[in-house]
């Protein structure tokens, strides 16, 4: 998104969708296992080359993303028994470990609005929105209902224009800050004690004028996921009770897998 200024004419924005298409390795993936991926805007470079003798004009913007991407692989494990073993008195050491069971996923577009009196802004005086922009700050998520309720704001600042101050003076841009919470019951079902990762991203915002309130409309992106930590009892280690025997007789019986 350009805001753009043509002589003494009303600023305006230049709205772009880039597509981008790439690919990155994960060890061990296959085809037909599941990936979620979440992406954000880090920076953005403009530059503008102006057209001469008939020539088209262009701006060209590089943007810098993140992109983070979970994999889900499905494994088939056949194990196997032992064809000869000898059983020896041993002392067990036992350690617990802690692991995370994943719950769910839920992703989704969501619609916030706001608003903010003209007055409180100084924005009594202002003819049009030029553009919209902002962040989304996630303040909690909990458990409520059986679903994961994700609660926090949208800060969204507006760039306003106002009429000139005197003849051949373009335009005067002012900003203001309008801020829109939300509290919104994601599709994810989850149970008490469970614990979540949130992402949130800004997609789209549009300001407008009312006779006497700067009102705000935004579409935003969240990505919650969530997991419950659980703790197992393994073994660490084991050491013999007593001496182990030298030597010892033995037989091996052959055996041959078969159905069961």
């Known amino acids: 998104r350009v805001l753009c200024v043509d002589g003494d004419a009303t600023p305006y924005t230049l709205y772009s969708r880039v597509p981008f298409d790439t690919r ?6 296959r085809e037909g296992d599941a990936c979620v991926s979440h992406g954000r805007l880090l920076s953005s470079d403009l530059s ?7 020539e088209r004009g262009y701006v060209t913007a590089d943007a810098c993303i993140e992109l983070e991407i979970t994999a889900v692989s499905r494994r088939v494990s056949m194990p196997t028994t032992a064809l000869y073993s000898t ?7 036992y350690r ?19 608003s903010r009196a003209r ?3 100084d924005a009594t005086e ?3 929105v030029c553009d919209a922009h902002g962040r989304v700050e996630v303040g909690a998520v909990t458990a409520e209902g059986g679903r994961a309720v994700v609660s926090g704001r949208v800060l969204c600042d507006v760039i306003l224009a106002e009429p000139p101050t005197g ?4 335009p005067t841009l002012t ?11 994601s599709d994810l079902r989850v149970e008490a004690g469970a614990q979540f990762v949130c992402h949130a991203s800004l997609i789209e915002a549009r300001g407008r004028l009312e006779e006497k309130m700067l009102a705000v409309d935004c579409e935003i992106a969240l990505w919650v996921r969530a997991h419950e930590k659980k703790t197992m009892r393994i073994l660490a280690f084991a050491e013999p009770a007593g001496a182990l025997p030298t030597k010892e007789a033995c037989k091996l019986r052959g055996v041959y897998p078969g159905k069961g």
């Open 175 to 185: 900003s203001a800050t309008v801020e829109c919470p939300f509290r919104i019951e």
């Open 48 to 54: 503008i080359a102006v057209g001469e003798e008939g």
């Open 119 to 121: 007055v409180d802004c």
């Open 24 to 29: 990155v390795e994960l060890e061990g993936l």
């Open 87 to 93: 059983a020896y008195e041993m002392t067990p050491r």
């Open 96 to 114: 617990d470990l802690h692991y995370y069971r994943p719950l769910g996923l839920s992703m989704g577009h969501y619609s916030v609005s706001g």
């Open 167 to 170: 003849d051949g003076c373009r």
């Open 126 to 128: 202002a003819l049009s």
